[in-house]
């Protein structure tokens, strides 16, 4: 299943870096989403952008910056992470916001 | 935010047997769905529920939207090595709002 494309599958950087996530979705989908997902916690949503437009912002702290050039590609640009940031980063998409989700890989991110 | 509680949190089962696991709301949904997570892979959508006691299967396992609508059945039969995982829940109060996860069931099977 290619559905939903995540790159990199896995990440290690420093505080001090600053890193790029990519989704991708080839279901003609109309809105994206990142998670956050650390162990033994339910999913937390991050951003949702709908036609492109950022729809929701959940309290997120502004070292994680989206990015939705088109309907197709998401980014996560990551800059001065802490330590508690590593965790599995999903992103999934769908028809219109707000409908049935499909996720992809995950980028497992560990901040040093 | 909503939260939603799946139990059990774990279960170890042999091979062959049948699991059964449920997820409850303290609102309405009018939809749930059932996700399932393969180590270092990302959640699949396995059923998805739109109304009220409606129970709908796929291969071995059956997915109920409870009557209540504020919770929701996940059974799987005859379990097999395959089916090891998490096994997350989702629910949304209507149409254009938020979907909210469950924390997830982690399934072991032993052969």
């Known amino acids: 299943e290619t559905g939903v494309t995540q790159t990199p599958r896995h990440l290690v950087m420093g505080m001090t870096n600053k890193k790029s996530l990519k989704c991708e979705q080839h279901l003609g989908h109309n809105a994206m989403y990142w998670y956050k997902q650390s162990a033994k916690k339910p999913l937390e949503l991050m951003f949702v952008?709908?036609?492109?437009?950022?729809?929701e912002n959940n309290s997120v702290p502004s070292r994680f910056s989206p990015e939705c050039p088109n309907s197709s590609h998401l980014f996560l640009h990551l800059h001065t992470l802490q330590p508690e940031d590593s965790a599995l980063y999903l992103c999934?998409?769908?028809?219109?916001?707000?409908?049935?989700?499909?996720f992809g890989p995950g980028t497992r991110l560990l901040v040093l | 935010g909503q939260q939603l509680n799946q139990s059990p949190q774990s279960m170890f089962i042999q091979e062959g047997e049948d699991v059964s696991m449920n997820c409850t709301s303290s609102s309405i949904f009018n939809t749930w769905l059932w996700y399932k997570q393969d180590p270092g892979e990302g959640p699949v959508l396995l059923i998805a529920l739109y109304k009220a006691g409606e129970l709908t299967s796929n291969g071995r396992l059956t997915a109920q939207f409870g009557i209540t609508r504020k919770d929701s059945f996940l059974n799987i039969s005859a379990s097999i090595p395959s089916d090891v995982g998490i096994y997350f829940c989702?629910?949304?109060?209507?149409?254009?709002?938020?979907?909210?996860f469950g924390t997830g069931t982690s399934l072991t099977v032993i052969p």
């Open positions: 989702a629910g949304q109060a209507n149409t254009g709002n938020q979907f909210y």
């Open positions: 952008y709908n036609f492109k437009e950022q729809t």
């Open positions: 999934a998409s769908s028809l219109t916001s707000q409908e049935t989700q499909y």
